[in-house]
C-alpha cells in the first residue's frame, strides 16, 4: 500500500464508526430509513441505473454504506470497497439491520484482487468525492475498466473540478489554479465538522485534483465509451457547478 493510501486510511479510520452514529443514526436507525425508501436514499443516482435485481454493483470508495445498502434493498448484489476499517462496521451493522447482504472489501482501491474480481461486475459506481484521492487518474480508470463485465457501465459521480478554483460546495478545501497538477494537502471530508482541537488531531491527506479534459480523455483512454457527462449545480449555490456524473460503457 502506498504511503498515501496508508495516510488516507489513518484519516478515514479516525473516529469515523462515531462520526457516522452521531451524523446518520445507529445503524438500526439508519437502516430504518434505508428501507423506507431506498430509492430515495440514492437521490439522483437512481436515474442512472437501468435496472437493479441481481446486478453485480461495486461500490467504489462506498464509506459507510450510504448507497450500498438502499442498492442492495433494491436487488442489487453489492461489493463496497474501502480503505476504512470503521467504515466497514458501520456498513456491516447497517446492512445486517436492514436485513441485506453486502460484500465488503477493506483495501487500497489500487490494489483489488483482480484474481478475483477482473470481469466480475456489471456497474462500477462512486458518489460524493473520491477521485481527489488518487494521484494517477490513468491508473484508476484502468482498475474501473479491470472490474467490468464486457459491456458493464461505469456511474462516475464526483465534485465539479470548478471547485479546484471556488470552494462552490463550501468543503473549506483550498482553492488554486484550475491546471494545478500539484498534489497538496488537505484535511479529510469531515475534518470541519469537528471543534478545533480535535480538528488539528485528524490526520491529513494528500489529494490531487483534476479538470473536465483529465477526467473526459482518462475515461475514453482506458477503454470506456463515454456515453453522457451531466454537470449539477452545487448544493451551496444552485448559479455554480458542484458536481458532474460521468457514464461510460466497457
Same mark, same amino acid.
Given at each position: ?12 479510520? *479516525? ?21 423506507? #425508501?431506498?430509492?430515495?436514499? /440514492?437521490?439522483?443516482?437512481? #436515474? ?10 461495486? %461500490? ?12 442492495? /434493498? ?6 463496497? *470497497? ?8 458501520? !456498513? ?22 483482480? #484474481?478475483?474480481? !477482473? ?51 463550501? /468543503? ?16 479529510? !471530508?469531515? !475534518?470541519? *465538522? ?22 473526459? %480523455?482518462?475515461?475514453?483512454? #482506458? ?13 451551496? %449555490? %444552485?448559479?455554480?457547478?458542484?458536481? *458532474? ?6
Amino acid at each position: 500500500m502506498k504511503d498515501y493510501s496508508m495516510q488516507h486510511k489513518k484519516a478515514w479510520e *479516525f473516529d469515523a464508526y462515531e462520526f457516522w452514529v452521531r451524523t446518520a443514526g445507529t445503524p438500526e436507525e439508519r437502516a430504518a430509513k434505508d428501507k423506507e #425508501n431506498p430509492k430515495k436514499m /440514492l437521490k439522483q443516482y437512481a #436515474n442512472y441505473f437501468d435496472s437493479y435485481k441481481g446486478i453485480k454493483v461495486a %461500490n467504489i470508495c462506498g464509506s459507510c454504506g450510504k448507497k450500498a445498502i438502499p442498492l442492495a /434493498l433494491l436487488g442489487a448484489e453489492v461489493t463496497v *470497497f474501502d480503505i476504512s476499517e470503521a467504515n466497514k462496521k458501520y !456498513a456491516v451493522e447497517t446492512a445486517d439491520a436492514a436485513g441485506v447482504k453486502i460484500g465488503y472489501e477493506v483495501c487500497d482501491i489500487m490494489e483489488i484482487d483482480m #484474481n478475483k474480481y !477482473a470481469g466480475f461486475f456489471d456497474v462500477v459506481f462512486m458518489e460524493g468525492g473520491i477521485l481527489h484521492y488518487f494521484h494517477d487518474i490513468d491508473a484508476f480508470m484502468k482498475v474501473m475498466n479491470n472490474l467490468l463485465k464486457p459491456g458493464g457501465k461505469m456511474i462516475c459521480s464526483d465534485f465539479h473540478p470548478f471547485t479546484k478554483i471556488s470552494d462552490a460546495l463550501g /468543503l473549506q478545501q483550498p482553492t488554486m489554479s484550475y491546471f494545478s497538477t500539484d498534489i497538496f494537502e488537505g484535511e479529510m !471530508a469531515h !475534518a470541519r *465538522f469537528y471543534d478545533e482541537e480535535i480538528r488539528k488531531q485528524i490526520p491529513k491527506c494528500l489529494y490531487r485534483k483534476y479538470t473536465i479534459s483529465e477526467i473526459i %480523455n482518462s475515461i475514453i483512454g #482506458n477503454g470506456f465509451i463515454l456515453e453522457r457527462f451531466d454537470e449539477h449545480p452545487s448544493w451551496e %449555490n %444552485n448559479m455554480l457547478p458542484g458536481e *458532474f456524473t460521468a457514464i461510460a460503457i466497457k
